[in-house]
Every structure is written in structure tokens, then in C-alpha cells.
């Protein structure tokens, strides 16, 4: 039954996702950096000519604007997909006391979907508590058609909808179609608290996050199947704590966090626009993201002295789900389930070691170990499997997908002279696989990097790095419903080598003009592969720069340009490729600005941002005729522009401008209407193509 | 200087022309205002350098072998070479028919569409020429065709595509007599690279000949499928029912020897065919709904509503239609068990005998007794005796193991008995015939208990020859086998009378001379179901119950039938075995052994005549019918002027 192995599958996405989100472990506080800087004595830092204001001040600002939503595709721009006359608050305040108590308010487009605000308290180099808010939101299209509407875990088709057995059979399907917006809005809120104390600090933070919307899914029965605008509520918390104590040579800390995710539906059920293929299937039911928890804990260690730095850590982690399972399908009666719920539990231990020495003059080798495993101790169980809600097609055991990974990485970094150095290293990487086609990947590496510094105001460095990558003999796995091509070799698990190659050169002076490029190429080889994923080849290049006109004006340009060639063979007969797949892909990414502050006495700053970027894919399948796929692009043209006026000493009137000229589309959708499939109720065309403008007014108050 | 070329290619091919093909001044002067009409194309190929050699001086075989196809300016030109048997070449060929199709690869024309040939021309030379016919003297050839492919029937050329060209040559002969026997030979090319970069090779015509024999079309001139289906697609038929895929699978819907179900019956797993199991892995309605024709896929009768073929295989993956459509299944479920006659003796009337049942897969018996396993669903054991004289009574007695208790036995072998054989004169030394039938309770490829499954599996039935004291190897004559039962009829799939399959010696138990034939019948032998007689009526389609039966090979191809003996000669050879008994009437008349067995076929007046008066006897007395007074072999026995063996068409 799919549902169920997506509930593992999703557990373990949902899981790696948090474990992203609230696992940064260097992130802050025991990075290398950091700890030195907690050695350093920061006191002769003190910036000797700022001045500390003590007393309260800032700034509030309040703002009109006028947004001219058609696509809310361009929200992404404007910050607010609410069409026509809108508004926000803006807020910097400060408030410091002289013995060192400070608040502050900072907000920031307060009223938009994208504002945010923040409330902190405390004194300065000793605590600090904090209360915040942050709207995100991404927005995706509000060209979809459908037929369906949405209430909690349902969507409904309108009373007197008429089936078909194809899209072109259902009567009413063009009086019904409405748009739906595809978008999603995340409001986050935040509450955290820093003490420091002499040769410690412990830190605490909490974040409720909130997410609505809709994104599209696929709902099928055996071989129909339609798009469905699934909605989207549910919520994260996270609590993280930490603790570490540091002194001359040494730190260690500790640092814990926990994550729940709550989902607001339990499931998804939706009417079958099709008649049904076989027997009553009506609706359909799909298991969503289940309710879950994560919790991790770890622990820091890092000695130096001598030119001798070790760094240790070792974490572990759990990720449980245990929601009832739906029953295996809502048509007919359900086969029997091994299990009421999955009590599923995935474990994972990180260790990781480094080694850092300045062995002699203008030479520091360093050497790290990293341990990283995966448990599923899930319990394995025959699951029924209906295919689609359609019909039982015998049971399937839960995969448990472990894997282990190991890395070694030894390098040198020679100092020639004050002008050159060279940075060597080597580096193997071991993972262990199961219920994969290969148990094993060993991927050997090397690198090199010279830096090169011509002059003062020049520089220059080359970097090369060469891996192979092979592993244990490759058996494809038969627990798939359909076997695989003897000749596959899926491209994560293939051998591989890969060449990269990167110049960059640099010019910044005490004069006006800085300026970088970066040249990159690179090459993987899939070359044991008959079939499948046989070539990578990518290259590209930057370019910026940056002018200081005069002391009030600053101009600055970058151009980036990167295409990527991507060669696949398939086989239509089971055996030897006979047929090719081209992919060439290309981005560019153009701009230039002009920021020219002071004008009019100093009462005018203006601002003007240009930027145009496009990407694109064009891929071409070759079995001796070669058929071409459709337009696959987004181009986009976006100027930024501001002027900000001060009417007197207090008040200040800024106009922003964005215009945004944007395109894109997708041969799967480009042209398509509702019933172009004959088996899959899509939702139309969801190409974009606007002319859009933000106009805005902001007023704003020094206080 | 480019024409200067030009014209002497022209002129020697004019020249070679006068000299090898012979043409009245007329048809060269045509030929010649039809070359000069092409003035200015240099696309005409020059003399292929490979020498000749003697030309072949005796032909029983044309090899053509297509070198190249020169694509100029849209135009394709064909070399190729003939040559007899021995490689000799073969020079002054003088008729030859082309054909050209393009093939779109699978997927191409919607998702889940087969491949698909677009016919594109079929051009002739005999008298004249629609193209240029160039025989260069040493068995090379040449033709060019009349112009570009591209827009022939209405068909754009797809550069990159696979193109065949297909060349029929024979049915006439050289000019010094020399039969040419009809050959078909096809090229499969692209004009944009060496190897076509995808084929469309299914099935090879020896296949279809297992069963039919130098299957042929068109007044014989077109003998292979890479043949038939450059003309058999959608762009050239104007009946959709002759397009190749459905039409085959449509005439064979009735009448086929073997269950229509296994789609390896002709579709064999022959890896040298790339697209040998397209047959199970590109399901499309018009591939299948030819032979499920109760099924409207469009309109959504007996099958779901499918406007197209790309969902097809969502639901029929390769791995269901394998199991639906092949013997796999039934293969699997066959390796779990193995019945077998371990031990048999006469006593009495009786005969006792041991079945031994294990399971092949695990090479470990079966411990208990037939009655007591519950996959089995039925396990009968038949008896007869009198080999001496093709046994002595047409009811053979029997027993069902699975509803009997052995008489003894233990761990795998259980002893039972059969009474009431009729023995023969001297049983002593004579011979009886066991043979072995049953079915077996299964699910997909396991046996299974018969109380959970409605689903059987038919055993390949058996026979074991013994004596008065033991087992013997030595029986019954054997005069077919199995296997070459199996040519049309599958290994052992064709069952009568429920589950009785052993064509080779089981049959026989019943079907003997014990049977009495009509004695008021035109064709007497179409009238008794003893073995021989029956085999033959049958399959020549003289049997009054099976009027459709239209045998698909050549029914004078004994060998189809007929197995050779130890000493390699074929089993249809005269003179008959001394145990072949001659044919009963209901009246108590006898015809003589092989004059039935003859005017079984060759049954007028006039064979009946000379029959006769070589001392056949039809419809006398048993004793003049057995008095061996027939003396056919003198003259058509083996090695004899007139042997059976040389005047029906054996191959």
C-alpha cells in the first residue's frame, strides 16, 4: 500500500529536514571561529571613536503603496500579494540606559506577508532575552484551473459534477474550473535568551512556526489521475538549549534541541473526477505527513595550544512518528494491516573529529575523521499493497534504507614564500548502504590549490580536485514492482569520476575600482554506466566589480554566466542503450547599480538597481530521429529603484519603485487546457508573463 | 571532368547492360533515354571492386548480400551481391522487385504506440525498370531507385530514422534455364550513421515454418516477415485489419494447435531478435485487442475506457503479461513435481506396479501416498497389454491414485494394482503399457492445497513400457514423438479428453486397431479413431467432426509428423512393423495394413485399383487382410524406385 511506505519516506524527509533546520552545530557559538575569537582579548577591539548614545531614539515609518498583483508571482518582489492599495509599518527604536541596559524594536515591513518585527532586552555583554515574528512566503502561481474546492482534509467537486472516463467526457468541467493560488505563507514566531558569564554562557530559544498554503499534488486511481491544489496548516516547534564553558586552550559545551511537527489534517481525500476504472472507486485517500518528533543532542570538545588544535564532537539523534495508519484503501474492504501505526524510529550518530597543526614555519597539515550512521529501527512488517486504491497487489516489507558514512580528509597547506602557497589534500569517503543496488561507495579524492598574490593590489588562485568513485558489485534490487534494466546504473550509486577546475583573480586597491572574476569547469564521468546518467560537463564564470565614483556615489556591475551539458542513455528494449537524452542547461544573471547619496544639499539619496536573469533548459531525446521537448525557461527583468527625501531634520518621504518583467514556461503545462490529457485532469497552462509595478510611499519620523 | 566520369560510369553500365541482360533494342533504347533523362546526377555508383570469381554453374540457394545503400541527394542506390550455396556468384539475375519502408521508433507516434513501418515504394525490374538496374557482370548489382523516398506515398523521409530495403529476387530463371528459387532478403540502414540506431526485429520466419512449412504470399513471391511488414502498416493497407500485428493474430484465432494464450508459441525468446519480448513489454490496444475482440477500448467496453496506449502498460507490466500469456507459471508449478513408474510386473491379469512422486526442485520425494497430498487434484494410471499385437482391447483399465489406497509402500513409493488386462497369446513374452495423467491444485507458481484454490495445472502425461517381470524401455513402436507433436501443437499443451497430452504413446492405449472403422464410410480411415488413421484424417481435414481443421504446412511433409529411427530413416518408410494391424470395419471386413494406411490420403478409384492389384485387400477377411499378400515395398519401400520417402515432399 503506498500510503504507508510514504509515511516512512515522509518521516524520514520530514526528519532530515529538521534535522537541518535545528542542527547547524557549528553554527554558532563552537565553530572554530568563534573560539578564538573567545580567546582573543576583544577588549582592545573597542572601537575607540564610537560613540555609545545613550537615552532613547530611532526611527518609525509608515508607508502606502500600490501593487499591481495579476500574477502573484510577482509577491515574490513585492513582499505582498494583496493587489492594489497596501500598507506597512516600519520601526527602529532604541532605548540604552547608562548602566548598560539596552532595548530595542526593530520592524520591517510590518503588514506585508514577508514583514517581520523583533522586541530585545538585556545588557550589553551579559543577557539578552528576545521576542520576534518573521513572515516568509513563496508564491508560486495563480494560473492553476480546478475543479475541486477545498474544505479541512476534503476536496469536493461542485454537486452536480459529471464523470467521465477522460478529461475531454466530463461535461461541466470548463463552467467549474476556478483559479487557485499556489503559495505558501510562513509565519514564524520567535522568543530567545543569551546569558554570558565569565568563562561560560548558556543560551535558549523557541520557535513556533506556522504554515498555510497550497502546493500541488497528484491524486490517482490506477491510470487517472489529477492535479489537486493540497492544502497546506501545520505547525513546528523547536526548543533548543545549549551550554559551554570555555578557558585558555579549551572548550567544551553541550547543546540540545527537541522539534515537534503537528499536522492540522490527517489525511487527504478527494472525489474522483473520473468514472471509476474499476468497481466503486469515488474518492480517493491519501496519507500526509505524519505527526512527528525529533530531539538531538551533542557535545563539543576543542584543546589548543602550541599550534596544536583538536576538535571533537559526537551526536545523536532520534526521529520518531507514530500516527495511526489509514486503512489501506477506502474502496472495498481494506486487506488487513500488520500494525495499527508505524512506530517508526529512525537514529542517527554523528561523531566527527579534526586535527589542525602548524607543524613548521609556512606549513600546517590538518586531518579530520567523520562518522555519520543511520539506524531505522523500525520494525519490518508486510504491508498490503493496493495499487491506487484499486486493487491488492500482495504485501511488501518497509525498506529500512541504513547507511553509514565515513570520511577521512588529510591536507597540507605550504606557505612558499609571502606571495605563494599551496594547499594539498587527500580525501576518502566510505559509505554503507542497504536495501540499495550497491551495499557499498568508496570515493577516493584529491586537490589542490594555489594561491598566487601578484601584487598588493592582485591576486590570484587555481584550485583542481580529482575523485573516483566506485563501490561493491552492483545487483539491482527486485523488492521494486518493476525490475530494473540489468544495464541501469542510478547515477548516485554509479562510478564516477569527476574532474573540477577553478581560477579566480581579484584586484582591489586603495582606490575606487574593485573587481573579481571567477572562471570554473568542471567534468563527472559515469563511466561504468551503460544506461543512465553518463555525463556531467559544466563550466561557467563570474564577473563583478565595484567603482566608488566619488565619495557619494557607488556603482557596482557583476555578470554570471553557468551552463551544464547532461548526457543520458536509455533503452526502450530492456537491454543495451538504444536511445539518448541531451540536457543543456544555462543560467545568466546580469546587473548593475548606482547608489548616489547627498544630492540637493544633502536632502536627496537615490538608488537604482538593475538586474536580469534567465534560465533556461533545452533537452533533446535521440533514438535515431531526434525529438526536441518543449520551451523550459524563466526570464526575468527587475529594476529597484529609491529616492529618499528629508523634509526636515525629523521627517523623511521615500519613494520605492520595483517593475519586474517576467516570463516562464513549462512544455509538461506551456499551452495545455484542462483536458489536453486524456487521463490526467491538469490545471491548465501555468505559465507566467506580466509587466508588473510597485509604487510605495513611506513617511518616516526620527524621534 | 566530373561529366567526363559521369559519362563512362553511364556508358559501361549501358555496355554491361547490352552484355548481361539480354534486351530487345527497344527496351535499351528506353533504358538509354531513361539514363540520359539523368544527366547531370552524379549519384550513380561506380563498379564495386570486389572480383567475381566463376559464376556458380549450379543453383539451389541465392545468397543476396546487401553491402550498401548509397544515399545521394535523397536517392538511395542498393549494391549488393548473389551468390548460389557454394558463394559462387551468381550473374544475370533477371527480375528483381524493391521495397523501402521507414520505420518510427516505439513511442513515437503517442506514448505507449509499438514501432511502426511507413511504406514507402515497392519498384520492379524485369523488361524494364521503374529505377536503374546495374548488373555489374560478377554477381554484384546495383539499383537505384526511380527518386527520392521522401513524399513516396505520401511519407516524409525522417532523417536518422530506420529504413529497410527489402529484395526479392527469383521465381524465373538465367537466361542458359537455371531455376532461380524465390529469396527475400532485407537491409536495414540509416543516412545518418553506420547501425540503425533502433530496429524493430520480433520474430523470424522459421519460427511460423515450425508449424507451417516455406510459408510464402503473394503468388510465393514474398517468404519473410521483414517482407511482409514494409507493405502490412497503417500507410499502405487500406483495411486496418491488415496491418500486420492484428491480421496475423486475427487468422490465427481459430484453429490454432496450440492454446492461444502463450504468446511464446511465436514470439519465442530469441535474443538475437532485439524486440523479442515486445510482445510482453509494448502492450497496445491494436496488439491485443486482435485477438480480445469482445473488448471496444475507446468506448470503454469490457475493458476500462483507454483513448490511447499510453497507460497500457501501468497495469500490464511485463512481468503480469509474462504471467498471464506463457507457460512460466504453469512451467514453475510443473518443477515441483515429478510422478514416475518406478516398478511394474504381470501377475495374473493384474499388472502391479510403484509410483515414485518427488519434487524436482528440492530433489526430495513426496513421503506420502497420492491420497493423502493435497496439491494433487487428480493422478490417474492406465493399463493395457499386448504390444505384440498394438495391444490387446480399446478400454484400458484404470485407477485413480488420489482416490486409492496403496497396497504397501512407504517414503515416497506406494504399490498399487490394475486387474483385468486381456492379455495377449503369449504374455509371457509380450509387453504392456502403463500411462500416467493428472492435474495438480496451484496458485500462480506454487502447488497449492485444493481446498484454497480453484486453479490446476495439467501434468505432461507419461507411459511406461514393462514386461511380465520387470520395466522396460523397449514398447510400442515409436512412430511420433512428442516433440515433433510439439512442432505445432507445443510441448505436450495439447490435451484431449481432459488431461491427456502424451501424443507419442499414451493415445495409443485406446486408440489401437481395436477400433473399428464405418464400414459404409467414403473414407473409411476418417472413420475409426485408431491412432494412425486418426492423426492422418485429421490433419488432412477428412474427418467429418473436425471440418475446420486446415492444416497449415504441407500435408505431404511426413517428416512433420513422422520421426526417424536408430537408424536415422524416417518412421513414414515402408515396409509397416509387424505389429501394425490392419484396419477393422464394424461389419468384420478388414482392409490390409498399408493400403489403409495409404488411401487414407490417396483415396480414388484408380490408387484403390492399383492397391489391388499389388495385393492390398480391402474390406476381406481378416485372414486374407493379415495374409501379407500387400507387396508395396517392392517398389515403394526404402531405397526402392518409387520410396515413399522421395515422392512425398519430405523435408
Known amino acids: 500500500m503506498f500510503v504507508h511506505k510514504k509515511n516512512t519516506t515522509q518521516l524520514t524527509m520530514l526528519a532530515l529536514a529538521i534535522s537541518a533546520s535545528v542542527s547547524p552545530v557549528f553554527a554558532e557559538g563552537y565553530g572554530l571561529q568563534n573560539a578564538n575569537r573567545e580567546k582573543a582579548n576583544t577588549s582592545k577591539w573597542e572601537c575607540k571613536r564610537c560613540v555609545i548614545e545613550t537615552g532613547f531614539n530611532g526611527s518609525v515609518g509608515v508607508g502606502a503603496a500600490y501593487n499591481d498583483i495579476d500574477d502573484i508571482h510577482f509577491a515574490n518582489a513585492s513582499g505582498t500579494d494583496s493587489d492594489g492599495l497596501v500598507g506597512h509599518l516600519d520601526a527602529d527604536l532604541n532605548n540604552k540606559s547608562d548602566s548598560g541596559y539596552q532595548t530595542t524594536f526593530v520592524a520591517n515591513k510590518l503588514g506585508y506577508d514577508i514583514g517581520s518585527a523583533r522586541l530585545e532586552t538585556g545588557r550589553i555583554g551579559q543577557y539578552k532575552i528576545g521576542i520576534g515574528y518573521r513572515g516568509l512566503a513563496h508564491y508560486n502561481t495563480n494560473n492553476a484551473l480546478t475543479p475541486y474546492s477545498s474544505s479541512g482534509d476534503n476536496l469536493y467537486l461542485p454537486s452536480n459534477w459529471q464523470t467521465g472516463a477522460v478529461t475531454s467526457q466530463m461535461p461541466t468541467l470548463y463552467d467549474d474550473a476556478r483559479n487557485v493560488e499556489l503559495k505558501t505563507q510562513r509565519d514564524r514566531y520567535l522568543l530567545d535568551a543569551v546569558y554570558k558569564g565569565s568563562f561560560y554562557q548558556a543560551d535558549i530559544n523557541y520557535q513556533h512556526e ?14 487517472n489521475s489529477a492535479m489537486l491544489a493540497q492544502p497546506i496548516d501545520d505547525t513546528t516547534d523547536e526548543f533548543g538549549a545549549k551550554i559551554y564553558f570555555n578557558g585558555k586552550g579549551w572548550l567544551i559545551g ?20 473520473f468514472t471509476p476504472t474499476f468497481g466503486a472507486a469515488y474518492r480517493g485517500q491519501s496519507a500526509v505527513a505524519p505527526d512527528n518528533k525529533a530531539y538531538r543532542v551533542g557535545a563539543n570538545a576543542q584543546l589548543s595550544g602550541n599550534g596544536h588544535q583538536v576538535l571533537m564532537y559526537l551526536g545523536v539523534a532520534s526521529f520518531t512518528q507514530d500516527d495511526a495508519f489509514l486503512p489501506a484503501t477506502v474502496n472495498g474492504p481494506s486487506p488487513a494491516l500488520p500494525k495499527a501505526s508505524l512506530d517508526g524510529k529512525v537514529d542517527t550518530t554523528d561523531m566527527k573529529l579534526k586535527y589542525n597543526s602548524r607543524v613548521l614555519r609556512g606549513l600546517n597539515i590538518r586531518a579530520s575523521y567523520d562518522y555519520s550512521d543511520k539506524d531505522n529501527k523500525t520494525a519490518i512488517n508486510p504491508y498490503p499493497q493496493v495499487i491506487t486504491d484499486s486493487y491488492y497487489a500482495g504485501t511488501a516489507n518497509n525498506p529500512e534504507y541504513d547507511r553509514t558514512k565515513q570520511q577521512v580528509k588529510l591536507a597540507a597547506k605550504y606557505r612558499f614564500n609571502r606571495e605563494i602557497y599551496l594547499d594539498a589534500g587527500y580525501q576518502y569517503d566510505h559509505n554503507d548502504y542497504s536495501d540499495l543496488d550497491r551495499d557499498r561507495l568508496r570515493q577516493n579524492g584529491v586537490f589542490a590549490k594555489v594561491n598566487y598574490k601578484i601584487s598588493s593590489d592582485w591576486s590570484t588562485w587555481l584550485k583542481a580536485e580529482f575523485s573516483d568513485r566506485t563501490g561493491s558489485a552492483y545487483n539491482p534490487i527486485t523488492t521494486t514492482n518493476s525490475q530494473s534494466n540489468p544495464y541501469l546504473r542510478k547515477s548516485y550509486l554509479a562510478d564516477r569520476e569527476r574532474q573540477q577546475y577553478q581560477l579566480n583573480v581579484s584586484y582591489s586597491s586603495a582606490t575606487a575600482l574593485s573587481a573579481s572574476a571567477n572562471v570554473r569547469v568542471s567534468s563527472d564521468d559515469y563511466d561504468d554506466t551503460l544506461v543512465g546518467l553518463t555525463q556531467v560537463d559544466t563550466h561557467g564564470y563570474d564577473i563583478s566589480a565595484s567603482y566608488l565614483l566619488s565619495d557619494d556615489i557607488i556603482i557596482n556591475a557583476y555578470l554570471n554566466q553557468d551552463w551544464r551539458d547532461s548526457d543520458q542513455a536509455g533503452s526502450s528494449n530492456f537491454g543495451l542503450p538504444n536511445w539518448y537524452v541531451n540536457t543543456d542547461e544555462k543560467s545568466t544573471l546580469v546587473g548593475a547599480g548606482i547608489d548616489y547619496r547627498h544630492l540637493l ?14 534560465g533556461q533548459s533545452d533537452t533533446e531525446v535521440t533514438q535515431g530521429l531526434s525529438s526536441p521537448y518543449g520551451d523550459y525557461f524563466s526570464e526575468k527583468h527587475n529594476i529597484n529603484a529609491f529616492a529618499k527625501y528629508q523634509l526636515d531634520e525629523k521627517i523623511a518621504l521615500r519613494l520605492d519603485w520595483i517593475f519586474e518583467n517576467y516570463q516562464d514556461s513549462d512544455w509538461l503545462n506551456q499551452g495545455l487546457a484542462l483536458d489536453a490529457i486524456p487521463n490526467v485532469l491538469i490545471f491548465g497552462d501555468m505559465s507566467s508573463d506580466y509587466n508588473a509595478h510597485y509604487v510605495g ?7 | 571532368m566530373k561529366k567526363i566520369a559521369f559519362a563512362q560510369i553511364v556508358s559501361s553500365a549501358i555496355a554491361k547492360s547490352i552484355n548481361i541482360t539480354v534486351k530487345k533494342a527497344l527496351a535499351l533504347l528506353a533504358l538509354v533515354t531513361m539514363l540520359a533523362a539523368c544527366g547531370g546526377d552524379d549519384g550513380s555508383p561506380g563498379n564495386p571492386g570486389e572480383p567475381g570469381g566463376p559464376p556458380a554453374d549450379e543453383i539451389n540457394a541465392l545468397n543476396i548480400t546487401i553491402r550498401e545503400v548509397v544515399f545521394e541527394s535523397g536517392i538511395a542506390t542498393v549494391n549488393y551481391r548473389i551468390t548460389n550455396e557454394t558463394d559462387d556468384p551468381v550473374v544475370g539475375i533477371p527480375s528483381a522487385t524493391y521495397l523501402a519502408a521507414q520505420l518510427l521508433p516505439q513511442g513515437f507516434t503517442n506514448a505507449g504506440n509499438a514501432s511502426q513501418w511507413q511504406y514507402f515504394t515497392s519498384e520492379s525490374c524485369n523488361s524494364s525498370c521503374d529505377g536503374e538496374f546495374i548488373d555489374h557482370k560478377n554477381g554484384q548489382y546495383s539499383y537505384t531507385f526511380s527518386g527520392a523516398f521522401n513524399g513516396m506515398n505520401n511519407i516524409a523521409f525522417m532523417p536518422g530514422a530506420t529504413q529497410r530495403i527489402v529484395i526479392k529476387v527469383g521465381g524465373d530463371n538465367l537466361p542458359d534455364g537455371t531455376d532461380l528459387p524465390i529469396t527475400n532478403q532485407h537491409y536495414d540502414w540509416q543516412d545518418q550513421g553506420s547501425e540503425p540506431a533502433y530496429t524493430r526485429n520480433l520474430i523470424d520466419m522459421s519460427t511460423c515454418n515450425t508449424c507451417h512449412n516455406d510459408l510464402s ?13 514494409t507493405c502490412h502498416n497503417v500507410d499502405k493497407v487500406s483495411n486496418p485489419g491488415n496491418v500486420f500485428a492484428p491480421m496475423v493474430h486475427n487468422k490465427h484465432l481459430t484453429g490454432f494447435p496450440v492454446p492461444l494464450t502463450d504468446c511464446q508459441t511465436c514470439h519465442v525468446a530469441d ?33 476500462p475506457a483507454q483513448v490511447d496506449n499510453s497507460n497500457c502498460v501501468a497495469c500490464h507490466n511485463s512481468d503480469w503479461t509474462m504471467s498471464a500469456h506463457s507457460q512460466a507459471n504453469t512451467d514453475a508449478v510443473l518443477g515441483q513435481f515429478n510422478a514416475e513408474i518406478v516398478s511394474a510386473e504381470l501377475d495374473g491379469d493384474s499388472v502391479n506396479f510403484s509410483v515414485r512422486l518427488s519434487n524436482p526442485a528440492t530433489n526430495e520425494v513426496y513421503a506420502d501416498s497420492a491420497d493423502k497430498l493435497t496439491f494433487i487434484n487428480d493422478l490417474r494410471v492406465y493399463a493395457n497389454f499386448g504390444i505384440s499385437v498394438d495391444y490387446t482391447t480399446r478400454s484400458a483399465k484404470s485407477i485413480k491414485l488420489q482416490d486409492t489406497t496403496p497396497i504397501s509402500g512407504s517414503n515416497g513409493v506406494y504399490h498399487y494394482q490394475i486387474s483385468g488386462l486381456t492379455l495377449s497369446a503369449d504374455p509371457v513374452n509380450d509387453k504392456g503399457a502403463l500411462a500416467l495423467q493428472g492435474k495438480l491444485c496451484s496458485d500462480q507458481t506454487m502447488l497449492a492445497n485444493c481446498a484454497d484454490s480453484d486453479s490446476t495445472t495439467t501434468l505432461k502425461s507419461s507411459h511406461q513400457y514393462f514386461s511380465a517381470t520387470a520395466l522396460t524401455d523397449q514398447g510400442r513402436r515409436v512412430v511420433v514423438t512428442n516433440e515433433t507433436c510439439g512442432s505445432c501443437h507445443g510441448d505436450q499443451q495439447l490435451n484431449y479428453h481432459g488431461t491427456r497430452n502424451d501424443l507419442e504413446g499414451q493415445c495409443q492405449l485406446c486408440h489401437n486397431p481395436n477400433m473399428q472403422a464405418d464400414a459404409s464410410a467414403a473414407n473409411p480411415a476418417a472413420s475409426t479413431a485408431d491412432y494412425k488413421h486418426l492423426a492422418h484424417t485429421l490433419h488432412a481435414g477428412s474427418r467429418e467432426s473436425y471440418p475446420d481443421i486446415n492444416y497449415p504446412g504441407n500435408i505431404g511433409n511426413c517428416a512433420q509428423c513422422h520421426t526417424t529411427n536408430d537408424s536415422g530413416v524416417l518412421t513414414a518408410a515402408l515396409p509397416l512393423n509387424n505389429a501394425v494391424q490392419p484396419l477393422a470395419f464394424n461389419d468384420g471386413t478388414f482392409t490390409s495394413a498399408t493400403s489403409a494406411i495409404c488411401s487414407a490420403c490417396h483415396l480414388n478409384d484408380s490408387a484403390m485399383a492399383h492397391m489391388t492389384q499389388q495385393g492390398g485387400v480391402f474390406k476381406g477377411t481378416e485372414a486374407d487382410a493379415t495374409a501379407g499378400t500387400e507387396s508395396c515395398h517392392t517398389c515403394h519401400g526404402q531405397d526402392a524406385a518409387v520410396d515413399v520417402l522421395k515422392v512425398h515432399p519430405i523435408q
Open chain 1, 697 to 703: 510611499f513611506t513617511f518616516s519620523y526620527e524621534l
Open chain 1, 254 to 273: 553541550i547543546d540540545s534541541s527537541f522539534s515537534q511537527y503537528s499536522n492540522d489534517h490527517n489525511s487527504m481525500i478527494w472525489q474522483n473526477a
Open chain 2, 217 to 229: 504470399f503473394h503468388g510465393s513471391k514474398y517468404n519473410e516477415v521483414e517482407t511482409c511488414v
Open chain 1, 601 to 614: 544639499d544633502k536632502k536627496l539619496d537615490l538608488g537604482l538597481e538593475y538586474s536580469y536573469s534567465d
Open chain 1, 210 to 223: 506556522k504554515r498555510q498554503g497550497k502546493r500541488t499534488f497528484s491524486g490517482n486511481f490506477l491510470t
Open chain 2, 271 to 303: 535474443e538475437t531478435l532485439t524486440e523479442n519480448m515486445n510482445w510482453a513489454r509494448v502492450p497496445t490496444m491494436e496488439a491485443c485487442g486482435s485477438c480480445h475482440t469482445n473488448i471496444d477500448f475507446p468506448s470503454g467496453q469490457g475493458h
